[in-house]
């Protein structure tokens, strides 16, 4: 169940990144709809993009879908800046909605233009935008979501088709050029965006979001905390008043609770694959809205809570949610070092388990940051995108825990003695499994990959 940085080179050609892991990866797709079995091998080497673009392995193609800085469709002005995370939706007759983040702050290149009643604060230049494409993805349009919000990172689809988009960022009204607080979470409803329009969902909390995702059973929302600086972020659930209610029922409020590990302070000190925590416990946040007081440096109990840094990934697999920890440095504050965890929380059981670590000896080993946005596979597996330095993958991770690279962004933005590539984002599946999506951050592109995906 490990693979040397040698061996890996030479069967994904991705020079400057080596890719080994321990820990048992079957966990992380039991019980998936996607669970299916595949070679060790993933689909081959990738082979060089003739236009420069992306570089895929042999028999899969690809199609610019929206560039940054070309018209919207809709007219309301250019494609933004930034592209994050994103969501695909069933649509008419095998087409696909797409609905995509983008990260920007102040000072943006492409800012997202403010539409009218969709727009929250004029002062901010994030939001997201939406696409609908036919079964051969082509675009039939592409128009803003929302306006007017900050930093939108990641996030995630709801059982309802409608899509959380989470602001990683905790600006207050007057600071910068915003009118308005930020750090809140926004409903998208990637159909008719007027029907979501631009209202924050103030009761699940004002913190670096990073991502969400929810229990389809309880309707039960999980949040990451993305925060930069130590104490580190916290994982958080929160409890809807009106559960599984549909478009705009998490307006109605709710409770929201902290995790908390008895006797682990940081999650970055637990490095053996298969560590359980029974019985964790979640205690409720004293002020959601961060009123004065960021929410992890708020008083939780003589007991404290339990901080990690870099959470950033949050699906839902099964009956469990899975959060990443994409990284953790001493130098930073963290309390050790790794290159990335993946943890499983059991909500019948109250069971939180260490699934993998990616660490700097025996795990996963990347150019620059560690693995960051990822979602299940239609092969059974994961497709993670890389956050570094150099050039970018789309790597992806077998049942069988053979890691092979998936794409490489050979986007050439710098001068040709120091060229640059942006990371991979918001790599998603269209519903029926024939299509994987996902964006390069800057220059803002997104891609449509196709190809014999269950060979």
Not at 18 to 37: N, P, V
Not at 91 to 117: K, M, W, Y
Not at 309 to 317: A, F, I, V
């Amino acid at each position: 169940m490990s693979a040397t940085r040698r061996q890996i080179l030479a069967r994904t050609g991705a020079l400057g990144a080596g890719i080994a892991f321990s820990g048992s990866l079957t966990e992380l797709f039991t019980g998936t709809a996607t669970a299916q079995s595949m070679g060790q091998r993933g689909y081959g080497p990738l082979v060089p993009d003739p236009d420069g673009l992306l570089d895929l392995p042999r028999g899969f193609r690809y199609r610019v879908l929206s560039r940054e800085g070309d018209p919207l469709r809709s007219g309301e002005g250019k494609v933004p800046s930034n592209c994050d995370g994103m969501a695909a939706f069933p649509g008419h007759r095998g087409g696909t909605h797409l609905v995509r983040n983008h990260e920007n702050r102040t000072n943006s290149r492409q800012a997202v233009p403010r539409v009218r009643d969709l727009t929250y604060d004029p002062g901010g230049e994030g939001g997201c935008t939406a696409l609908a494409l036919d079964g051969d993805n082509k675009v039939l349009s592409e128009r803003v979501a929302i306006a007017g919000t900050s930093t939108n990172c990641a996030g995630g689809p709801t059982p309802w088709n409608t899509w959380l988009t989470c602001e990683e960022t905790e600006f207050r009204a007057g600071e910068e050029n915003y009118t308005k607080d930020h750090g809140f979470i926004f409903e998208v409803d990637p159909y008719d965006p007027r029907r979501t329009g631009a209202v924050p969902l103030t009761a699940m909390g004002r913190f670096q979001h990073e991502a969400i995702a929810v229990d389809p059973g309880t309707g039960i929302v999980y949040e990451t905390e993305d925060a930069f600086e130590k104490p580190f972020g916290l994982f958080y659930r929160f409890l809807p008043e009106k559960p599984m209610g549909g478009r705009g029922s998490l307006r109605a409020g709710g409770r929201l609770q902290a995790l908390r590990v008895p006797g682990v302070p940081d999650l970055s000190t637990i490095q053996r694959p298969g560590t359980t925590f029974d019985h964790v416990t979640w205690v409720d946040v004293p002020d959601p809205l961060a009123r004065e007081t960021p929410i992890r440096f708020q008083d939780f109990g003589p007991q404290g809570i339990t901080h990690a840094q870099k959470l950033e990934g949050c699906y839902w697999g099964g009956s469990c949610v899975y959060f990443i920890s994409s990284f953790a440095h001493r130098e930073a504050g963290s309390a050790a070092d790794h290159y990335g965890q993946v943890w499983k929380y059991d909500p019948k059981k109250r069971r939180l388990t260490q699934v993998v670590v990616f660490g700097p000896d025996s795990d996963l080993q990347l150019p620059g940051e560690s693995p960051d946005n990822i979602c299940l596979a239609p092969s059974g597996g994961l497709m993670v995108c890389e956050d570094g330095e150099g050039a970018q993958h789309v790597f992806g991770l077998t049942r069988r825990g053979e890691v092979y690279a998936m794409a490489r962004g050979r986007q050439n933005i710098g001068t040709p003695q120091k060229p640059e590539w942006g990371e991979f984002a918001g790599v998603t599946f269209s519903p029926d499994h024939r299509t994987m999506y996902v964006n390069c951050y800057t220059p803002g592109t997104t891609f449509a990959v196709t190809g014999p995906w269950h060979h």
